[in-house]
């Protein structure tokens, strides 16, 4: 059993930055790959950003590509999403994921535990 607890959400202005943070229990996080969904108001969840066990694989949504950097620390049991240039867009609840595999991946059924979420708001 993998929990997973993000942090780093919050209000910041369009154009400023954010870096989410996710905690993972069990010793077993150096073998999972993780990914990064976000769910806004109304809307189903999408992928945002994945990485592969090592950290040298990395996958990003097409409307994150440029702006964010996903990056690993095995040693901390910690996934990190650096988020540049926000815009309202972007405002959403973000989720940690892990998945049973070394390989990244997109989907949202490839993963096997979720966080609950945290909270982010750009304002214009």
């Known amino acids: 059993q993998v929990q997973l607890v993000e942090s780093g959400g919050g209000l910041v202005q369009a154009g400023g930055s954010l870096r989410l943070s996710c905690a993972a229990s069990?010793?077993?996080?150096?073998?999972?790959?993780m990914g990064w969904f976000r769910q806004a108001p109304g809307k189903e969840r999408e992928f945002v950003a994945a990485?592969?066990?090592?950290?040298?694989?990395?996958y990003y949504a097409d409307s994150v590509k440029g702006r964010s950097t996903i990056s690993r620390d095995n040693a901390k049991n910690t996934v990190y999403l650096q988020m540049n240039s926000l815009k309202p867009e972007d405002t959403a609840v973000y989720y940690c994921?892990?998945?049973?595999?070394?390989?990244?991946?997109?989907?949202?059924?490839?993963?096997?535990?979720w966080g609950q979420g945290t909270q982010v708001t750009v304002s214009s």
């Open positions: 069990g010793r077993t996080f150096m073998s999972y790959a």
């Open positions: 990485i592969s066990y090592s950290g040298g694989s990395t």
């Open positions: 994921a892990s998945r049973r595999a070394v390989i990244p991946a997109r989907g949202i059924d490839e993963y096997d535990y």
